[in-house]
């Protein structure tokens, strides 16, 4: 066993200190979490030793039949849900009790975690057994849930949490080590907020980093590279932020403005992993907007023109008139072989309420230039925004009938328009005619004050426009990680719940259990709402004939898990694995 000696000594006695990242379920399992990437390569830059552990691609890798789903992107609501996250843990508990033990015999006094909501849960019990079975490591979370909205303050005063660095961290986290290790003790530094003996004490703001060109590189030589379900990629962000202020988006809050690299410095990092990797020759950017500066994009793809290596790489843009044809040939002469367009509708009028700085006909110039350069182009589409009327929604339709030659595919918002925090839309709904109801907050739910313009309005646009574009050949897809009929089952149940409408909750629930009889978080809604329709009156035919259903569902369910006749139904929504 690890001998228990104060986490301050045992720093102090080891330079480099050695720092272990930890990523805890749930996330997603197509390539390596960047952000812990990006902090392995701060670390080792500044001289410190670090291990990984993924454990939500391990854990994945284990999962048992009756998780077999939870990876999906529609399933992450059930890793906040704290009755099925104890199941997890004692259905696994082997694994968890491995994972604990690994991690403390990897001999790191500093204990790094990556958060975001879905991962919350989870991070805070590993935590909580770590601190548990040796109390002097120093336990520090990151990521960008601590970005915004004071959780930071609030979890620095979990008992198993030493320090919160609450935004990026590529210089903060090295720098918080560094001073642990030369003072012994915990010490705040600007943009890391530490509790010693008991008191809280914050480093204040760290300014942003304005040029990203003194980044080290993300380092992903201590993930499992063999477990992620992509062998050929690497993910890289060349730029954080945003040069527009759209009015649903909040990452301009996140990432305040736009920082970005050079062109030569997103080469250099390129070509480093290119050497590293040789087997990896796609390069995933997962910049939020990397055609913020086209000139560092365009320098980029010259440098790749002229030097090598050859690489497949993808990124998501904004619409502007500097994508003009000439840039769009060199970015695939270059190896650009996709871009996904923040595009949202085809109305002129939705689009100036959104903010968007263009109007639908630069954007079909640049559609239709991207797919002529050979770039497969997608472009995200957004329905019910409020203030879009169906004659508005009709004329996205028309933009559809109108491009659909240049469009290979289209990734229609299943969220709709979701009111999402720290956006401007969110932070005035009633700018918006959006009705707000303190006692029932809602970002989904939403509805206009006007009555037009609910979740089931949205839900039937974007069912239009689905049908539509697959009628036109379109390719239509969700984006990330999830089966669309599922996703949109899931959200009807969700909305009905939200309704307290029963009987077609527990309707939407059944024809959930219908595309997928074992995941163990709707069975569990079903048994709630099993109790809810025996409840009902007699006299009540729909909710009679419905507990029927349920309880038929219910009783099937436990047939097959009994009898281990499962049908595996992964296979039907894994195609985008
Ligand atoms: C790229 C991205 C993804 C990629 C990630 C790919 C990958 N291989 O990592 C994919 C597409 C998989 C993805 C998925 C999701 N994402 Co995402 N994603 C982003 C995005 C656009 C950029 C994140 C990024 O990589 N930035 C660059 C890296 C370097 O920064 P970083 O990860 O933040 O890491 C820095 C700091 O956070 C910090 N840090 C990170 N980890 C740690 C750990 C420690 C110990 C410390 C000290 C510090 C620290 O230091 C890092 C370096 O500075 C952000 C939005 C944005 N505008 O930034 C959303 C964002 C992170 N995603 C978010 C969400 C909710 C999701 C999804 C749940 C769905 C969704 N709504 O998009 C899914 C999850 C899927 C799943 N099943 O798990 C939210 C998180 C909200 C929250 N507060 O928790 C964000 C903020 C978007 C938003 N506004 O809703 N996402
Ligand atoms: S929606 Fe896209 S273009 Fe608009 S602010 Fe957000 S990231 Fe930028």
Not at 24 to 39: E, I
Not at 133 to 148: C, H, K, N, Q, S
Not at 389 to 394: G, V
Request: hydrophobic content about 40%; overall charge negative; charged content about 30%.
């Amino acid at each position: 066993m690890w001998p228990l000696r104060s986490g301050v000594s045992r720093l102090s006695r080891w330079p480099p200190a050695k720092v272990a990242l930890v990523q805890c379920p749930v996330w997603w399992t197509t390539d390596p979490p960047l952000g812990l990437a990006q902090l392995a390569g701060s670390l080792k830059h500044f001289g410190h030793e670090t291990e990984v552990f993924d454990l939500s691609i391990e854990l994945y890798r284990e999962r048992g039949e009756k998780y077999k789903n939870a990876w999906a992107w529609e399933q992450f609501a059930f890793w906040q849900d704290a009755a099925w996250m104890a199941d997890c843990f004692r259905d696994h508990a082997a694994f968890w009790d491995r994972a604990v033990t690994r991690i403390l015999e990897s001999d790191s006094p500093v204990i790094g975690f990556a958060v975001f909501l879905g991962s919350l849960r989870t991070t805070l019990e590993v935590a909580r057994r770590l601190k548990a079975a040796a109390p002097d490591r120093v336990i520090v979370l990151g990521g960008e849930y601590f970005f915004l909205g004071g959780k930071a303050e609030e979890l620095i005063r979990h008992p198993s949490v030493d320090a919160i660095v609450t935004g990026a961290a590529d210089f903060a986290f090295p720098e918080l080590v560094k001073k642990l290790q030369d003072s012994g003790r915990l010490e705040p530094c600007p943009g890391a907020v530490v509790k010693r003996d008991g008191e809280i004490l914050s480093g204040g703001e760290r300014p942003p980093q304005d040029s990203l060109d003194e980044l080290p590189f993300a380092d992903y030589e201590p993930f499992p590279l063999a477990l992620y379900e992509d062998a050929n990629r690497i993910p890289m962000t060349a730029s954080r932020g945003c040069v527009r202020r759209c009015a649903f988006c909040s990452t301009r809050e996140f990432w305040k403005g736009y920082s970005y690299m050079s062109g030569e410095r997103i080469y250099a990092e390129v070509a480093h992993h290119a050497k590293r990797h040789p087997g990896r020759r796609h390069v995933e950017f997962y910049d939020i907007t990397a055609n913020g500066s086209v000139p560092s994009l365009e320098r980029f793809a010259e440098l790749v023109i002229e030097k090598g290596p050859t690489i497949a790489w993808k990124i998501n843009a904004i619409i502007r008139p500097e994508m003009t044809r000439e840039v769009l040939d060199k970015l695939a002469a270059s190896g650009c072989t996709s871009i996904i367009y923040g595009l949202e509708s085809g109305s002129e009028h939705v689009l100036k309420l959104m903010r968007k700085e263009y109007g639908p006909a630069v954007a079909e110039r640049v559609l239709k230039d991207t797919h002529e350069a050979g770039i497969k182009t997608t472009a995200n589409f957004m329905f019910g925004f409020p203030g879009e009327t169906d004659a508005d929604f009709r004329e996205t339709l028309e933009f559809l009938r109108r491009n659909h030659r240049w469009l290979d595919r289209v990734y229609p918002s299943r969220t709709y328009t979701a009111l999402e925090e720290h956006a401007y839309l969110f932070e005035h709904p009633e700018e918006f005619g959006i009705k707000v109801d303190p006692a029932k907050p809602t970002n989904l739910y939403w509805e206009t004050l006007d009555g037009t313009n609910d979740f089931l309005v949205r839900m039937k646009r974007c069912d239009e426009f689905c049908a539509l574009a697959a009628e036109l050949g379109i390719d239509v897809q969700k984006g990330l990680d999830a089966e669309l009929a599922l996703d949109r089952q899931l959200s009807l149940a969700q909305y009905h719940e939200f309704k307290s409408n029963d009987l077609e909750a527990a309707r939407a629930y059944l024809a959930y259990a219908e595309l997928d009889l074992q995941n163990p978080a709707s069975l569990s809604r079903l048994k709630d709402y099993e109790i809810k329709l025996a409840g009902k009156h007699p006299d009540d035919v729909a909710s009679r004939d419905a507990l029927a259903l349920v309880r038929a569902t219910l009783w099937q369910a436990e047939r097959e898990s009994r009898t281990g006749a499962v049908t595996d139904r992964s296979a039907e929504f894994s195609g985008a694995r």
